[in-house]
């Protein structure tokens, strides 16, 4: 290993790739705006695809669009620190594709409508709608924010890319593209964009690999520094990483990410059928474990490489999200191209989760606020949708810049999202499960659970907690170089022992920086409550939003009005067949006493009026 102090720039080829993807990005939203220039769908057609995308693109942009910085940046980072716990959240999506698919997907798709909270107003009232709305609107422009600032602070820091550069490059094309093309662009631009993610995370996982002689051997080393140790079985929720924490908190989250979020849901209600939506969810999971599965190796790779120099406790990078750009500008130093390769590849994370939010702000906006309160024209909507994109595209844009005081990627990313998912789904499940539920049940539940998640946000952040909750693993640094250059090697055949010949096995022992031993700090009530793991905090939202729902709807005579209650807005739990051998005596009582066979019959009901309705039509346009 030798130390090289030249300046970190990126090469004329790297600045023309990452052009080259913007470009193509852009011009995907200008094809769909050009293509459907006469059409006569309106906003159906430019915010819902007039429901007649495919299940691949949809089920790739479902993948896609929420693998952010998150994803690209922060999950390398966390398992480099913090070692492979992640993992537990990919293994969750199993039961959450079998949820998500049986209780949300009918429940909604059948609906026809194009906002999520359009169901809210059927099941409660127009208030709820309102409100659900607005605190969605607030959350996402924190959340795109964090998704312009976070990888254009991390890559400028490191790569030499000018940091007003980036924020630019980020938000007026995500905005452009999103204006222009509608969903089909953004779903279409997703597709792109998750091919030139994979490819970009693919090709450091395996030039790493190469470098360190071999997938068994960072295997190796990652094991020898803990960073494997999966089966953390403590049961303190207030540690960072256990396998209840990241398992359960990745359950709520994820189905309220997909049974719930506008973003989400809008992309399988733009498929032709509930089937097709359904086979969207699986396959978009499938590859949502797959990125997740990357950026964890990614994470492996780097904590071997620099197993015995960690680039952060040496000073030679300011903040933990800047170990991705870090490690590729020196794995690929003296190969141009590769690191624009993966500065492309980070930018697409964040411009699919841009542009989808934007997408989907917009959707709410028009639907819920805009659409109730005016008589225009289609025309007239689909021009007050692609300007009010634009609005929220440089609003989001000037957001971004108050994410610098925010903190890591990772918890503050997830954790924001957590703080409305998780009060947001309680109130879905509420009315979806129970007849008796009705509106002022569900806003003092909504209420409730966002001023707790607020709070659990705030006061976790402020809150100083011991190394024995974080759980930060040991990092080395007996070689690292003294000015901080880079580790570069002179043989591409390098292997771990031809670095230093002493060292025959990764599981050698090596000077190490160990995490602070801390003495235990006595934690009031309140301050165990600040302490849970981010993890929880939509699990407390649900919860707190479902058990005050629960008491303020009976309390304020819900369950005299449950059979008042459209039987298509229910969904009545344990009526799946996975549950059939449960005496049908006590799922009464789990269904308060409204019966799942009149919703079955009504749908078949339903289905028989569409589908003679339909035939009907045919018959016309043939005498026509």
């Not at 043989?491 to 010949?501: I, K």
């Not at 008491?551 to 369950?559: E, F, K, N, P």
């Amino acid at each position: 290993m030798t130390s090289n102090s030249e300046e970190k720039e990126l090469s004329v080829i790297d600045y023309v790739i990452f052009a080259g993807m913007l470009a193509v990005s852009a011009l995907i939203g200008v094809f769909y705006a050009y293509r459907d220039r006469k059409s006569k769908n309106g906003t159906r057609g430019y915010l819902m695809a007039n429901r007649s995308m495919g299940v691949i693109p949809v089920a790739v942009s479902l993948g896609v669009s929420f693998q952010s910085a998150v994803t690209v940046l922060g999950i390398p980072a966390d398992v480099y620190q913090f070692g492979m716990m992640y993992i537990w959240s990919v293994l969750s999506l199993i039961l959450v594709t079998i949820i998500v698919s049986t209780t949300f997907i009918p429940t909604l798709y059948n609906l026809g409508i194009s906002s999520t909270y359009e169901y809210l107003e059927k099941r409660y009232s127009k208030s709820m709608r309102l409100i659900t709305t607005g605190i969605f609107l607030l959350q996402y422009f924190l959340y795109i924010g964090i998704n312009i600032y976070g990888p254009s602070l991390a890559l400028s820091g490191v790569t030499g890319l000018s940091f007003l550069s980036a924020m630019l490059s980020t938000g007026l094309i995500c905005t452009f593209y999103t204006t222009l093309g509608g969903l089909k662009g953004v779903i279409w631009t997703d597709v792109f964009q998750g091919f030139v993610m994979f490819i970009g995370m693919l090709t450091f996982i395996i030039r790493g690999c190469f470098v360190m002689g071999g997938i068994s051997e960072v295997w190796k080393i990652a094991e020898a520094g803990g960073r494997t140790d999966i089966l953390k079985f403590d049961v303190d929720p207030r540690k960072r990483y256990t396998v209840w924490t990241v398992a359960v908190g990745s359950i709520i989250l994820w189905i309220g990410i997909f049974g719930t979020n506008q973003t989400q849901v809008q992309r399988y209600l733009s498929v032709k059928s509930q089937n097709k939506a359904k086979k969207s969810l699986y396959l978009g999971a499938t590859i949502i474990a797959m990125f997740s599965t990357l950026a964890v190796s990614c994470g492996l790779v780097s904590y071997a490489y620099y197993h015995q120099c960690d680039p952060i406790s040496a000073g030679c990078i300011d903040i933990r999200d800047e170990l991705m750009p870090y490690a590729v500008m020196d794995l690929f130093r003296g190969m141009p191209g590769v690191p624009g390769l993966f500065l492309a590849s980070v930018f697409s994370a964040s411009l699919s989760t841009v542009s989808s939010g934007l997408n989907a702000m917009v959707t709410v906006t028009v639907e819920d606020f805009v659409k109730p309160h005016t008589r225009w024209s289609e025309r007239k909507y689909t021009w007050f949708s692609k300007a009010l994109g634009i609005i929220y595209g440089c609003m989001a844009l000037g957001i971004s810049f108050l994410a610098s005081v925010l903190g890591d990627i990772v918890s503050v990313g997830i954790a924001s999202v957590s703080a409305f998912l998780g009060p947001n789904l309680g109130i879905f499940l509420l009315g979806i499960w129970f007849p008796f539920a009705n509106s002022v049940g569900a806003i003092c539940g909504f209420v409730s659970g966002i001023i707790v998640t607020m709070t659990l946000f705030f006061g976790g952040r402020s809150l100083k907690k011991t190394n024995s909750l974080i759980g930060m693993l040991d990092v080395g640094l007996s070689h690292c170089p003294g000015d901080c250059g880079y580790m570069t090697f002179n043989n591409v055949s390098y292997t771990f022992e031809a670095m230093n010949p002493a060292l025959t096995t990764a599981t050698s022992t090596y000077e190490a920086i160990s995490a602070a031993s801390e003495p235990e700090i006595d934690f009031t009530p309140m301050e165990n409550f600040f302490a849970l793991s981010y993890f929880y905090t939509a699990s407390v939202g649900m919860v707190v939003s479902l058990f005050v729902g629960i008491i303020a709807s009976l309390m304020s005579c819900g369950w005299r009005q449950r059979h008042t209650v459209d039987i298509q807005l229910l969904r009545p739990p344990f009526e799946s067949n996975f549950f059939s051998c449960i005496p049908d005596n006590i799922r009464s009582y789990l269904r308060c006493g409204i019966y799942w066979e009149d919703q079955q019959n009504y749908s078949k009901k339903t289905d028989s009026i569409e589908r003679k309705a339909l035939n009907d039509d045919n018959k016309l346009d043939e005498k026509v």
